[in-house]
Structures are given as C-alpha cells and as structure tokens.
C-alpha cells in the first residue's frame, strides 16, 4: 500500500473515540452539557449498528426524501461552457428543496430513540429551520427554532412555512440578530433542556459527535453519486465540486470519495463583495484555526480571535466557521477550497436557468460558477459533478434585487 492509500484510509476511519479530525473537531462545550452528549455518542453508535434503525431511515429516504435524487448530465450547460462533461447530483428535487432534510430526518429518528420528544434547530436562511420543522411534523415531536430578528424579517416566507408545519420560532434580539447568535441561544436553551430535548444541528459543525454524525446521515449523497457514476457513466467522476456554508453537502458527497484518490474534491465557499475581512465568508480561504461553537477548526477572526462578522448574498454560506473535518481534509490536501464571488454565484444561477430549465440555490450556484470556470480549460473527455445542494425558489426576490431588475 502506497502513502497516499494509507493516508486515505486514515481519512475515512476518522473521527476516533475523542471526536478529532487531526488536530481539528473535539468537544469544547460547557461541562453542563458533557453527559448529553455522552448519551448522543452512544446513541448514535447503537443506531448505526442497528440495521432495523438504518432500513427505517432508509425507508423514509425514499418514500418520503423522494431518494435517490438523481444525477444529471447537463448538456446544454456542457455545450455553452465547453469543455468537461458537467452532471449534477440533484438534491434540490429533495422534499422541502435541498439536502438538509437527510440530516433532519436521521436526527429526528435518533431523538425519538433517545426517549426525547422536543427537538431545537437554530437557522439563518430558514433551510435548516423547515427541514427540522418537516422532521418535527412527521414523527410527532414538538419543535422550537430559533431565528435572529434580522433573518426573520429577511426570510418571512420561510418563517411562515415553520410555522404552518407546527413550530414555533423564537426570535433572537441579540448581537447581529443572525445565525450565530440563534446558535448561541439554542445551545442555552439546550443546557436547560437536555433531558427532554435534542438540539438538531444542520451542518458538520458543533461539539463531537454532531460533525461526524451529520456526515454520515449526508453521505447517502455521495453513496448514491458514486453508484450512479459507475452506472450510467462507468467510471468514477474525475471532479466533485460542492458549496461550503459549514459544510454539509460536500462532506455528504466527498465522504464516499474519500479513498479514490484520482477524484479531485472541491470545496467552494462564499467569497463574497471582496477579501476584506467582514466582506465574505471563507475561513479556508482566509481565516485561521480557532474554536467556534464548540469545535476547533478554520474560523474567520480579528487579531483578538473575536469571531469576524461575515457577508455573503447567500444565507446558507453566510457563517465565519466550517465543519472540522473540512479543516482536516485542507490541511492534509486530500480537498482543495477555493471561494466564488457574489456576482459570479449570480451569473451561474442564471446561466443554468436558461441553459438547463433548472432554477439552483444561491448557495448551490458558487459550486457551479466553479464548475463553469474550471470546466472550459478542461477536455471533453474529463467529468465534473456539482452538488446541486439546493433548489433557488427561496431566493428569487434576492436576485431580482440583487441584479436590479425590478
Ligand atoms: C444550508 C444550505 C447550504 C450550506 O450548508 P452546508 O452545511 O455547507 O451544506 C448549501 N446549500 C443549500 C441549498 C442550503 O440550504
């Protein structure tokens, strides 16, 4: 076995009993929240050795997900780009329109298993907010989300739908009134609650065992992928290319990849209106390690290691840390990141609407302004799949504000 099949398997054994990505993960919380997330562990580990639990989940995946999402070849985008074949892997055709409900199902399961019958979900764009509120709806549990006051009034049809699925959203009227200060106040609310409640995270960010835990409910994504490629194009993908918020959807569709090294992976996160600090949201990019919501990982922050304020026209990569693992995965280079600027997220959005008929995400967009920068110096014969993490319904009076044409 070669260095680099060694270093691979290492990879997808990762995290061990401590919750360490190398020298990034970990547990940093209050010791008032030591033994829930002891029981979460544990939980979760009998779960996934419980094969009746996985087929219950994977059931839902597929009657109710509506899996597996498909994977598309983009011909007219391919032909108008020219250059590497582009797919996409479809998750925007997933209920309530992205990925996040894997994670919101496989957790809401757990919470039911663990005896609990409340769950919590912080949100900033609201994504994250309906997919636990859809969860919450459908297997019988109460759910609050809480939600900054400024996000609220950004994100009313989002608000609204929380609401009509039978939650109950509490607004947050602190710091900048967005999502790190939900998390902040869900993680409180969470030190108070934690024997009948279960704080839902939605991305591979927090204290051991939420990244590994949420990478493993995403990963049907990339299992799927893989399946798909060897399928219909019999051979596995020379490129998968994925958006970054805290970095959910590329460690659901990377992971499966992790020890096929000829794939290339990566990971694109919001560049924002310039690299000014405060500008973006790419601590890949720009930021340095620190401690942010419970785990060490890329985190962006002043000289003082004060958590920066972030920008980006997409809600769901508008958060200044990322999932431990993805800091793991630069630092030993078996993922590349890289960031996609406002205005060229627009661009792509509006290139696979009148290429393709297909209207993406904000967030999913900078993946495939990506795809499309890279794809024309590529040849014809190269494959690039772009996780389509999300369907754009959410963000058309954004764009049409953002470009002006109202
Ligand atoms: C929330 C969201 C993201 C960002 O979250 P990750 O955890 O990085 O995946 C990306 N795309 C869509 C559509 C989202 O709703």
């Given at each position: 076995m070669n260095d680099s099949q060694d270093q691979a398997e290492s990879l997808a054994n990762l995290p061990g009993d401590s919750g360490h990505f190398g020298s990034f993960g970990g547990s940093f919380v209050p010791e008032t929240l030591h033994a829930t997330l002891a029981q979460l562990t544990e939980a979760y580990a009998t779960a996934r050795a419980d094969t009746s639990f996985m087929q219950e989940f994977q059931q839902h995946l597929t009657d109710?997900?509506?899996?597996?999402t498909p994977l598309y070849f983009a011909k007219r985008l391919t032909d108008h780009v020219g250059g590497a074949k582009i797919y996409l892997k479809?998750?925007?055709?997933a209920h309530t329109g992205a990925h996040k409900i894997n994670n919101a199902i496989g957790q809401a399961m757990l919470t039911r298993r663990m005896g609990k019958k409340r769950i919590i979900a912080e949100t900033g764009a609201g994504q994250h907010g309906v997919a636990s509120a859809t969860a919450a709806a459908k297997f019988g549990l109460t759910c609050d989300v809480f939600m900054g006051t400024e996000d609220m009034r950004r994100q009313q049809p989002n608000v609204r739908r929380m609401q009509l699925l039978g939650a109950t959203v509490v607004p947050v009227n602190s710091g900048s009134c967005t999502l790190k200060d939900a998390t902040n106040a869900a993680m409180r609310d969470w030190m108070g609650s934690s024997e009948s409640t279960h704080y839902i995270i939605g991305?591979?960010?927090?204290?051991?065992?939420f990244p590994m835990m949420v990478r493993d409910f995403q990963s049907v994504i990339g299992i799927e992928c893989r399946a798909q490629c060897l399928d219909t194009i019999g051979r596995l993908p020379d490129h998968i290319i994925a958006c970054v918020g805290g970095g959910s959807n590329a460690a659901g569709i990377f992971y499966p990849f992790i020890d096929d090294t000829s794939v290339k992976l990566t990971g694109v996160e919001a560049g924002g209106r310039?690299?000014?600090?405060?500008?973006?949201?790419a601590p890949l990019t720009f930021g340095s390690p620190g401690v942010l919501h419970g785990s060490k990982s890329f985190v962006l922050q002043d000289s003082d290691g004060q958590t920066s304020p972030v920008h980006s026209i997409s809600a769901g990569l508008d958060y200044p840390g990322v999932g431990p693992e993805h800091s793991h995965w630069f630092d030993v280079g078996r993922a590349d990141y890289t960031s996609c600027s406002d205005s060229d997220a627009l661009v792509a959005l509006d290139s696979l609407c009148k290429t393709e008929g297909i209207i993406p995400a904000l967030e999913s967009s900078h993946a495939l302004a990506h795809a499309i920068k890279i794809a024309k110096d590529m040849p014809s014969d190269q494959i690039i799949v772009v996780?389509?993490?999300?369907?754009g319904d959410k963000d058309l009076e954004e764009y049409f504000r953002l470009t002006k044409q109202d």
């Open positions: 109710y997900v509506a899996r597996p479809r998750e925007d055709t991305s591979v960010v927090g204290p051991h065992p310039s690299e000014k600090l405060g500008d973006h949201a996780n389509l993490s999300g369907r």
